[in-house]
């Protein structure tokens, strides 16, 4: 009923369909690996250990887009999709086997349609400028491409990044929640965040002004980076108020949010805001990214900034980082002061700036572009069924009154407004004694916007009617790698992101797991001494096998299981995110095949909920996210637990014979045990063994409680008591080298050991 051994192998995705929108492509070979959740560091291991090409990768995302994007929930995400993303791949391909290779080869972005690409048009979400394509990349499109990413399509935006009806363009339509189609994907970089979230690619570029990175991340249960003002090239990004605009990452974890600012961050000649950059960008953003990062950090609480509804999943996030170290300074209010600058400053100096800096804009990048200065593009909107929303065609309207930014009144708001922010936010960090503020992802945008700070935001739970709620760290400029470092240790202790229910892993066929060669001689039972491969089950503490057979492949990680609630275990296989789950303990096919989590993760098996049959906890750092039952995978968790370290061996037993399995974590030869799945302290902590004892979970007498073995070489030494002392019995089976697992085999009631052997053994 426990796992005793943790593996990480590849997985197999196969690809159904591929088709772009407006653009048919054919499709390639069948890929053995899944996009689903999948990161940076997933993909270019499985590129090293030759599992996977560029080709394959982008094929499946490819048939991602066919399948959800036009039909299906219908996401309407991307305004183009590359019509030469394989031919890109192909390259890649090539590249890869000559040694070329760069920090984000071959991995898929969708950036957000006001993000010059020199293959595919640049739209900024509107008609005036559909079909237009620049005559080169923008700054970063040119820096991503450096680094060996694919430029997958460009994601739909609120037109010219003026909000008005989140997620909506005149040259796209409505971009939709894969979430849930009936809630707002946020603006105004709804399309690439709903294209990360929905799997469609592994990270995006979001554009940020008054929080339009920070709402569709929200909405859309990523992690992001709003970055400091100045630290990210804006040249060939179609402007909305320079003095306030942005462009940063928003990808699916903060380790990709980090690689990805590694490529884009620093100074572009071209852009004179990026001259403060110079000597503020680290190396390496991924070096501040530490599980215990949030250890001894005063982590201020801006109650301003979080809605009642969402007030108490940000208490339970708070709990959450007090568990990791942090100091909770709470309460903390924004003065009326700090609160009255976004009104009063904001709007004049965003109107302003537009109407003459689109203008400067076309005229300098874009002189081809049938549009030219503000006051075409507003007289092309204002033409009958151009289709702008309305809010945004009053925007514009409202604009074309404006005066010039030579103008006194919009000289001083320029001069006053960010630097008033700046100050009320730094007293903030300075009267409080707090390293960083944090409040709802959700609210307060105008904070970071207006003074020109850094954000990142992370998930943070799950509010009302199932609606992510998202956490952002805002700190002073240039301190984006500390944020990122508290952001990613919450990450990996909670896990919050979630999956969307609309776009769902591809239907592919049950992969069977092998049976024994029909050349080969019969498998007969016996011990483990015999040089047959498989598994060699004892019911008792015999010497000899009571059960040898063969199943699946020698790479695949074992979990051993109670998945039908029968009273017996059974063995599952894993490979990378595929579940290959058999109720019989015997060779041939799995009965059925199920998919959850990341290819990476850890994974323990239990029965957490004590109704008889075992689920699995995927564990990521010091969180387990617990799953109850295989059959309802790929949904969220059903509960997930922070305990321990993240260092921690762990071990899942039923210690005190209430029928539910909990853990313990194992430091040395003490074993911290908890009776109850919850966070908090140790029930009880037990000395036992050695420190470099392989440990083993099981009943082995038969009395309903779970105790310790520790195995060293070919023997064990077993307690039948959750207590130090000496081994109630030591016995020897199978060889030192062979992988153990413990389970009930015959329904009995009792756990005795299983080994597995390799093919060459």
């Known amino acids: 009923m426990k796992i005793r051994r943790l593996v990480a192998t590849a997985s197999v995705m196969t690809c159904l369909a591929v088709g772009t929108t407006g653009a048919a492509v054919a499709a390639p070979a069948p890929s053995p690996f899944h996009v689903d959740e999948t990161t940076i560091a997933d993909i270019h291991a499985a590129f090293a250990d030759g599992t996977l090409s560029c080709v394959d990768l982008v094929g499946e995302y490819l048939a991602r887009i066919a399948a959800y994007e036009d039909t299906g929930p219908a996401i309407n995400s991307l305004v183009t999709v590359a019509p030469d993303a394989l031919d890109q791949a192909r390259a890649l391909d090539a590249a890869y086997r000559d040694g ?73 339509g409505q971009t939709l929640n894969p979430y849930d189609p009936s809630r707002s994907i946020g603006g105004s970089s709804g399309g690439p965040a709903a294209a990360v979230a929905a799997n469609f690619a592994v990270l995006s570029i979001g554009t940020d002004t008054l929080g339009s990175i920070r709402s569709p991340a929200n909405a859309a249960s990523l992690a992001a980076v709003k970055p400091t003002l100045g630290l990210v090239s804006g040249t060939g990004i179609i402007p909305f ?226 609606v992510s709620v998202g956490m952002s760290f805002l700190g002073a400029a240039f301190t984006e790698g500390p944020l990122l470092g508290y952001a990613y240790a919450f990450e990996q202790a909670t896990q919050h992101r979630q999956l969307p229910g609309t776009t769902p892993p591809l239907p592919r066929p049950v992969e069977p797991t092998e049976p024994t060669d029909p050349e080969d001689p019969p498998v007969q039972p016996g011990g483990p001494s015999s040089t047959t491969t498989g598994f060699f089950l004892n019911d008792g503490w015999g010497a000899v096998a009571n059960r040898v057979f063969q199943y699946g492949r020698f790479g695949d990680e074992v979990l051993v299981g109670d998945w039908d609630g029968d009273g017996t275990d059974t063995i599952t296989l894993r490979r990378g995110r595929d579940f290959f789950v058999n109720n019989r303990l015997a060779g041939g096919a799995a009965e059925r095949v199920v998919t959850y989590g990341r290819p990476g993760d850890r994974i323990v098996v239990g029965d957490f909920d004590g109704d008889g049959v075992d689920g699995i906890a995927v564990r990521r750092g010091a969180g ?111 060889r030192t080298g062979d992988e153990v697992y413990t389970g009930d085999w015959n329904g009995d009631g009792r756990d005795t050991l299983g080994v597995r052997r390799a093919p060459s053994a």
């Open 100 to 172: 070329d290779v760069g920090a984000l080869h071959c991995i898929p972005v969708v950036l957000k349609d006001n993000v010059e690409t020199a293959d595919m048009p640049t739209t900024g979400g509107s008609k005036a400028l559909a079909g237009d394509v620049p005559p080169e990349d923008a700054y970063i499109t040119g820096r991503l491409r450096e680094e060996g990413a694919i430029i997958l399509g460009k994601g739909n935006m609120d037109e010219w990044a003026h909000g008005g009806q989140a997620g909506y363009s005149s040259v796209n």
């Open 241 to 466: 108020a320079l003095t306030f605009d942005v462009a940063g990452p928003m990808t699916r974890t903060i380790r990709d949010s980090a690689e990805m600012l590694n490529v884009v961050a620093g100074v572009d000649p071209e852009d004179e805001r990026t001259l403060a950059a110079a000597g503020n960008t680290p190396e390496d953003y991924t070096a501040f990214l530490r599980e215990d990062a949030l250890d001894g950090v005063r982590v201020g609480v801006l109650r301003t900034s979080v809605p009642n509804r969402e007030t108490a999943v940000v208490d339970a996030a708070l709990k959450e980082m007090e568990g990791l170290g942090a100091e909770i300074v709470d309460g903390i209010q924004a003065p009326e002061s700090m609160r009255s600058l976004s009104g009063q400053y904001y709007t004049f100096i965003s109107q302003t700036e537009f109407k003459t800096q689109l203008g400067e804009y076309l005229q300098a990048r874009r002189p081809g572009a049938p549009v030219q200065s503000h006051a075409e593009v507003l007289a092309a909107s204002e033409e009958e069924g151009f289709g702008m929303a309305d809010a945004v065609l009053a925007r514009l309207r409202t604009e074309a009154t404006r005066g010039s930014m030579e103008d006194a009144d919009y000289l001083e708001a320029v001069s006053e407004g960010p630097a008033a922010m700046r100050a009320e936010i730094t007293a903030l960090l300075e009267q409080n004694d707090v390293d960083v503020l944090v409040h709802s992802a959700g609210s307060g945008s105008d904070m970071a916007s207006l003074s020109g700070f850094p954000s990142v935001i992370v998930p943070a739970g799950t509010g009302e009617a199932g």
């Open 624 to 734: 387990y996210h617990i799953l109850n039952d295989l059959d309802a995978a790929g949904g969220p968790a059903d509960e997930v637990v922070v305990y321990g370290r993240a260092g921690d061996q762990v071990v899942v037993g039923d210690w005190d014979g209430d029928g539910t399995d909990t853990l313990a974590v194992r430091r040395g030869a003490t074993y911290f045990v908890k009776n109850s799945i919850a966070s908090g302290s140790a029930d009880a902590l037990v000395v036992y063994g050695r420190a470099g004892d392989v440990t083993l979970a099981g009943d082995w007498d038969g009395d309903g409680t779970d105790t310790f073995a520790v195995r060293r070489g070919a023997r064990y030494h077993v307690r039948n008591s959750i207590s130090g002392g000496p081994a109630d019995l030591v016995r020897a089976y199978g």
